[in-house]
Structure formats: structure tokens, C-alpha cells
């Protein structure tokens, strides 16, 4: 810079004084001096300060580079692209930014010569444009505001240029907006949406939600194919059949001169037989279904049904139709059995092994501490024999799905049992060998659900009582057991195709009252009494595939007759008797990928635990 006298500054009188300097200094000189100069001190930094290379990331560049890049477009810098709608509204973009954002904006640009030709100009017809801009802005921001005005416009648009956050905000937006009066209006939005995770929320929020959705205005205005979907549903949250039939017909009567043909169709979903026998007379006369040949049908097998249950209290529902809805699902519990002083002499809880709860459920009159205890599908829960410590013929069974589930009698077996051992194979339950008051019994029996009747099968090779049964391939197993004289270390299997026991490979000890758990192609022998005042607390398991019985980890604890039951990819084990006292606080659960026993103390009650089965709790 020059001072006010026209000389520059510090050099004032002497004009010449940088020429004159690189007169004296040569070129070479001066390239030798700075590149001495360069080098020099970071060498020395190097060599006395030797480290690692080191990545440095700034981690507000990204933001920073967005908000410049909002910049440029706020004020048609650089833009390349122009975008009109219909409504007469433009926008700018930056081509790159938007193919980088959305693969469709990336599909629009290498498809169509935009800029080449010089047309920068796309009409977007599909968008107005408030939600074009919202878009556009987006990308530039990654944010976005959803609001119940702009969600039904902004979730098609997002789909349309493949936004996917957006498109998940949209969902979850309405996701927490679901209730019954506007759930069905949604969930008719995401089906033309083809949104399939929202339509999903909205099917389960109907479900849940049954009966106070059908108290909307939108339920009177359901296609009678909707209406189908939503009734057919085996989990739909009902606590009476009679609901599902009270809306039918209110749905029906609503426009009944155009609905009334779809009724046959809509009573095929409707679970008569689950109604009460005086509510089933009294709909029988209603004119709407005494005038339809299928819907009187219906009402007529429901009549029946229920008369037949009457008589026979246990029947294998045949149809969908004769099923409880199991509305939020059901979950897999333990019926634990345990003796009583009072009455009822046998009472039973359900213990859920996840949650640790145990609660109380329907109690026997009678004391089954010897019977056999088994269930067929995980529903009817059967006691066979074994009644107040005698030989018994008589058999009580459990509906555990029933709405108010108590103990019934069932059809007699022919032979009196007692420390018999129980197994089922399909729909049909197994009474194996016990003892009939002193006798020692081989003989077995099977009930056939068919006929409500019991029948005999064949007589195993050896009389045994407290033996174990286990049922795998479709094949009974009788393991262990007392022989009369001595514990028993064979094993048989009964095929029911042939009607034959076969012998198989004997196990390494003796075992009575061995309990028997089959796992994952496996047969379990746990615990017992080997005799001489011997209680075990060893486990050896069966592989059907190679006929060999090997040891896997010892127990806790010794127990004799214990309860067994599968869980969850995990063997429970509980209460029985040792050698030392009485079991009857504690369950133990074997992990087979890790050959481990984990003990867990119930500590609620004073009594043995002396038998448990897996059910569904709905």
C-alpha cells in the first residue's frame, strides 16, 4: 500500500528497493532458500515426534453442505431442473441433489435427455404442489412435518418418489392415530395404498377393538367382503359368540332390502355352536335366518352340537365353526397337579414358566395322586384312574377353553388302574399297564374319540406299573417301571398301524416311576426309584435313529415320580419324592443345547407336586 505521498509504506524515498533486492538476490539462490526453508523443520517434527496417521471427520459438514445446498435453491442458484404442477406452481432443484435423494428422480433423469436438449422444464401432474414443495424441501432438510391435513396426500406422493422415511412417517403417523371410529377408514386408505405394514395395524386394531369399532358409522358401510374378513378372524377380541351375531344382523338390517342375500355367506362365519342352547332356540325363530334354507342348516348342526355335548361332554371340534376364537392369542402354560387334605383333594394351578405366576385353577373332588394325567391338543386335559390312592375305572376331563372350565366326568375305562402310565397319539388317549387293586398289569387300552368308547389294544411284553410313557413318530413308549420284584430297566413301543410292542434297547439303570419327557427327537428317562433304598436324580435319553441310550447332566435333586412337561425348546421338571423328603417346592428345567439343570423354588404352596401338562391358556 502507498502512504499519502505516494511511497509505499516503511520504504518511503526509496522506490527501488524491492527491485534492487532481487537484483542481488538470483533466482536459484532464492528457489535453494525456500525450499530449505520447507523442509527443514518438518523433518525435525517427524523424526522427533513419530505417530500413527490420524482420520479427522467433521462431523456438522454434512449439515453444513445441506444448508448451503437449501441456500443455492432458495435463491435459483445453480438449479437445473424446473418442476410445474397442474395447479400452476413452479419449483427449483438441483438435478444430482435429487437423483442422490430418490431413485425415482434418479430413473426420471437418465431416462428422459432433460438439460441435453435444453428443455430444464418436468410437469408433474400427479402432485399439487404444497406437497411437491414439501418433498423438495425434504430432501434438502431431511425433515419433514406430518400433519391429519397433508398425511393422506403426502404418503401416495412419498411412495411415488420412492421417500422411504417419509413413507414410514406417514405410517407411523397414523399408526398413533388409529381409533375405533376412524380405523376402518384407514385401513381402507393403506388397502388402496397397497401399504401393507399400515393395513396390518388397522386389521389388528379391529380385532382388539371389535366391539366398540362396530358401534361406528363406518362399520354400517363395510362391503359385505370386508365384513367377512374381519368376522372369519379366529383371534377377533369377542368375548360371547352372540356379539359376532349381533352385529351380522345389525349390519344386515341396515339396508336390508340389497343385504339381505349376503347373510347364508355371513352366517358361515358367525360360531353358532358356541352359543348357549337357549339363545340358539330363540334365534331359530328369527325370520331372517328361518327363511334361509343354509342359515337354518347352520342353526340346526349348532342345535345338535350342542345337544351331542351335553350327553358326551368331550368332543373334538370337527370345523372352524365349533372352535373358540382365541382373541389376543393364547399362550402355552403348565397345569400343575397337587394333592390336597381338604377338598377338593386334588387342586391345580397354572404356572406360566416365562412370567414365574402361578394361579389358581379347577380342582378335583376326588384325590388322583396315582392316575395317569394327559392332554389331547393341548386343550382337553384327561385324569385316568388312579382315584383316592385305589384302582379306579373312572376318567375326568378338563376343557381348558371353555369359558368356564370345571373337571367332567368321561366314559369309564373297562379295567380298573392305578400307577398307570398315560400317552396320546393324535385324538386318542392311551391307558397303559398300572395296577388293578394287588395284579400287576400289562394290558392297554385306548379311548377312541369316534365312538366315545375305550378299547382294548395289545398286552405289552411285561406287566408294569409307575412306568413312564413317551410318545414320539407316532409310536407309544413304555419305559421302566416295577415288575413285581424288582425295577425295570426295558423299554417298548406300541405302533398302532400293527397293533404290536417291540422290545428296544434297555436303559443303563433300573427305573419306577421314571419321568418321561420327549425333546426334539429325543426320549427322556428322568429320575426314579432304581431300588435298595435308591433314588435318582440321573437322566439318560434315547435316540429312536441309532437304539442307544446314553447319560446326559444329573438332576438336582432325586425325584421319584415327578411331573415332566416340553416347553419351549426345554424340559420342566417338578416335584416327586426322594430319599430325603418330600419335593414340593421346586422345578427344574433342562437346556439341552447347553446340558444344563436350572432349580427354581415355588414357594406358594406346602403340597407335592405330583404331575404337570403344557396347555394353551387363552
Known sequence: MRDNSGSFNGYRGNPTYFRSISCVMSVKEMDALDTSSCESDPKQVLTSNECEPTNFRNNSHSVRILEELKSLRKNEVLCDIRFETD?????????????????????????????????????????????????????????????????????????????????????????????????????????????????SSCEAFIKNHFLEVVKSDDFLSLS??????????????????????????????????????????????????????????????????????????????????????????????????????????????????????????????????????????????????????????????????????????????????????????????????????VGVLGDSIYAVGGRDGNSLLNSVEVFNVSIQKWQMVSIMSIERSSLGVGVFNNHLYAVGGFGGKLSLKSVEYYDPSLDTWTLVAEMSVCRT???????????????????????????????????????????????YRPGVAVLDGLLYVMGGESDVSIINDTVEMYNPNTNTWTIERLSRNKARIYGGVVVDRL
Open 513 to 559: 416311576g421314571v419321568g418321561v419327557g420327549v425333546l426334539d427327537g429325543l426320549i427322556y428317562a428322568i429320575g426314579g426309584y432304581a431300588g435298595s433304598g435308591k433314588f435318582l436324580k440321573s437322566v439318560e435319553v434315547y435316540r429312536p435313529s441309532d437304539g442307544v441310550w446314553s447319560f446326559v447332566a444329573d438332576m438336582n435333586l432325586c425325584r
Open 87 to 199: 395447479d400452476g406452481c413452479t419449483t427449483f432443484g438441483h438435478k444430482n441433489v435429487l437423483m442422490a435423494a430418490s431413485q425415482y428422480f434418479r430413473a426420471m433423469f437418465k431416462s428422459r435427455k432433460i438439460g441435453k436438449t435444453g428443455n430444464n422444464t418436468v410437469n408433474i401432474r400427479k402432485l399439487d404442489s404444497t406437497v411437491l414443495q414439501l418433498l423438495l424441501d425434504y430432501i434438502y432438510t431431511g425433515e419433514i412435518i406430518v400433519t391429519k391435513e397433508n398425511v393422506q396426500e403426502l404418503l401416495p406422493a412419498a411412495n411415488l418418489l420412492q421417500l422411504d422415511f417419509v413413507n414410514g412417517a406417514c405410517i407411523e403417523f397414523l399408526q398413533k392415530q388409529l381409533v375405533a371410529s376412524n380405523c376402518l377408514g384407514i385401513r381402507a386408505f393403506a388397502d388402496l395404498q397397497n401399504c401393507t405394514e399400515l393395513l
Open 224 to 421: 359385505s367382503e370386508d365384513l367377512v374378513k374381519i368376522i372369519s378372524c379366529n383371534d377377533l377380541a369377542v368375548p360371547y359368540e352372540e356379539k359376532v351375531l349381533d352385529c351380522v344382523m345389525k349390519w344386515v338390517k341396515h339396508d336390508l332390502d340389497s343385504r339381505k342375500d349376503f347373510l347364508p355367506e355371513l352366517m358361515e362365519h358367525v360360531r353358532l355352536p358356541l352359543l348357549k342352547p337357549e339363545i340358539l332356540f330363540k334365534i331359530s325363530e328369527e325370520p331372517l335366518l328361518k327363511n334361509s334354507p343354509k342359515c337354518k342348516d347352520y342353526v340346526y348342526d349348532a342345535i345338535q352340537f350342542n345337544l351331542q355335548k351335553s350327553v358326551q361332554h368331550f368332543t373334538i371340534p370337527k370345523t372352524i365353526r365349533c372352535k373358540r376364537r382365541q382373541f389376543g392369542g393364547s399362550q402355552k402354560v403348565i397345569l400343575m397337579f397337587n394333592p390336597s387334605d381338604t377338598s377338593p383333594k386334588c387342586y391345580t394351578e397354572w404356572y406360566d414358566p416365562v412370567t414365574k405366576l402361578r394361579e389358581n385353577a379347577p380342582g378335583l373332588i376326588e384325590c388322583r395322586k396315582f392316575a395317569g394325567i394327559a392332554a389331547i391338543k393341548d386343550q382337553f386335559v384327561f385324569a385316568v384312574g388312579g382315584v383316592n390312592g385305589s384302582s379306579s375305572k373312572s376318567v375326568s376331563m378338563l376343557d381348558v377353553s371353555s369359558q368356564s372350565p370345571s373337571w367332567v366326568p368321561m366314559v369309564d375305562m373297562l379295567v380298573s388302574r392305578n400307577r398307570l402310565g
